[in-house]
């Protein structure tokens, strides 16, 4: 009785949600801790999070703050949208006003409340993070898929986006930009900017320029895209990648002010979902986004050392014949195993899925497949998230070498050896 009561319940569920799994990134980080708990070695290069510890100052603030205990208004602190409006405008010459941001308790959260408030297409260039269609899909928005090409550091071409926007002139869409790139590590250049810019603005299209890893450019020079289609880009950032604050879930939306109706819309929505971002959480963001020597310091050899890392990583796997572009920012590579399609068939593996699994089961190096971002099955990619190391010890260890000095190969396999270790199995697995 109770078992067929339960069935008729079940043709209740979502149709959008029926079949959804659980986030990929989400779901690989609590099976490693699971194997771990097992007593199993793992290698965790699955979650893409920041290894690096909060910055002292933010931390400070923080713990100033612990006792705000009020509601704050649903489009956040007051100084905390005037911080991040000066931030963009410090960072990146981008006309912002407090007026015109969005606090929310991640930039997750806000991509699932934009595609809910906005009606039209989502346009997703793969390889792409995991949860934008996942998220269009719950909402039962439709997603158009734009594959990007290996040959062009899997960047978005302006024809290609041209091209799918011609196929219906004038349809409502969103097209998510984002870089510097999870999973690629790739971004855009100065010209390619430009040249999407005018695609976008010529075709009316809102750009949802996610920025997450602005500041973690390699070289500290990322340029947002806002620079040149402002009318019509709301840029996404947040703490949790270049704050390494990924828990304390605060995200931040600036809109322009052509946009503001589609703010006002958010606000209404999040008024009855979340209600307002932790307070504690929000004071202590005013100092991160107000900058200064101290976090300039932080970024500068956080930069530092994932270029080494990510540096090594690349010549690392290319020189076992594996394909990927040398990240220019992030903390991903995104490698092609088809020069070893042969050998891996013959060991019963056929697709990235296929790969992934096998290669945690037999080394403990936890990588997430080509298929999670979008990729065709067969296409033997995977994202590695080189992240699992001690960030603190490494920053305290790079602080007091000479500024000018590169970080060897000796400083890698001394304060980032999990990483380090993690390649040199997975390459002498793809080569018993």
């Not at 699955?46 to 931390?59: A, C, E, K, Y």
């Not at 990146?92 to 941001?101: F, R």
């Not at 100065?190 to 040249?195: G, T």
């Not at 490494?394 to 270790?421: G, K, M, N, W």
Request: glycine letters at 8%.
């Amino acid at each position: 009785m109770a078992h067929a009561r339960n069935r008729t319940l079940d043709v209740h569920l979502n149709l959008n949600v029926r079949g959804l799994h659980p986030s990929a990134t989400v779901s690989i980080n609590e099976r490693c801790d699971e194997l771990r708990r097992s007593g199993h070695e793992v290698y965790k290069l699955g979650l893409g999070q920041s290894p690096f510890p909060v910055p002292r100052p933010v931390i400070e603030e923080l713990r100033a703050n612990a006792h705000q205990k009020a509601y704050l208004p649903v489009q956040g602190l007051e100084n905390l949208r005037e911080a991040v409006a000066d931030y963009h405008c410090r960072t990146q010459g981008i006309g912002c006003s407090a007026e015109h941001v969005l606090i929310g308790p991640g930039s997750k959260e806000l991509m699932f409340l934009l595609q809910l408030v906005y009606y039209g297409d989502l346009v997703i260039p793969t390889p792409a993070w995991v949860s934008y269609a996942p998220q269009a899909n719950i909402i039962g928005r439709k997603v158009r898929w734009l594959h990007t090409k290996a040959e062009n550091g899997w960047r978005m071409a302006p024809r290609e986006l041209a091209e799918l926007c011609a196929e219906d002139p004038g349809r409502p869409r969103i097209v998510v930009l984002n870089y510097p790139s999870n999973p690629t590590g790739s971004t855009y250049k100065f010209d390619e900017l430009q040249d999407l810019a005018r695609v976008a603005r010529k075709q009316r299209v809102i750009l949802l320029s996610d920025e997450i890893y602005g500041e973690l450019h390699h070289k500290g020079q990322h340029v947002s895209i806002a620079r040149f289609y402002p009318e019509g880009t709301i840029v996404s950032a947040g703490l949790s990648k270049w704050c390494g604050a990924g828990g304390w879930r605060l995200g931040t939306f600036a809109f322009p002010s052509s946009l503001s109706w589609l703010l006002k819309a958010m606000a209404a929505v999040a008024s009855e979902t979340y209600t307002t971002t932790s307070s504690p959480i929000q004071y202590a963001a005013v100092r991160a986004f107000q900058g200064g020597m101290r976090l300039e310091r932080y970024l500068w050899y956080s930069r530092k050392v994932l270029s080494a890392l990510g540096k090594w990583i690349h010549r690392r796997l290319t020189g076992i014949g594996l394909e990927l572009d040398r990240p220019k920012g992030a903390f991903y590579v995104f490698p092609d195993f088809c020069g070893f399609r042969e050998r891996l068939r013959e060991r019963g593996i056929h697709t990235s899925a296929d790969l992934c699994e096998r290669l945690l089961q037999e080394t403990g190096v936890a990588i997430l497949p080509g298929t999670d971002f979008g990729r065709p099955a067969g296409e033997l990619t995977a994202r590695i998230a080189y992240v699992d190391f001690d960030g603190a010890r490494a920053l305290a260890a790079a602080e007091v070498l000479p500024q000018d000095r590169p970080l060897d190969e000796s400083f890698l396999q001394t304060y980032c050896v999990q990483v380090i270790q993690a390649i040199d199995r997975l390459c002498d697995w793809l080569q018993p």
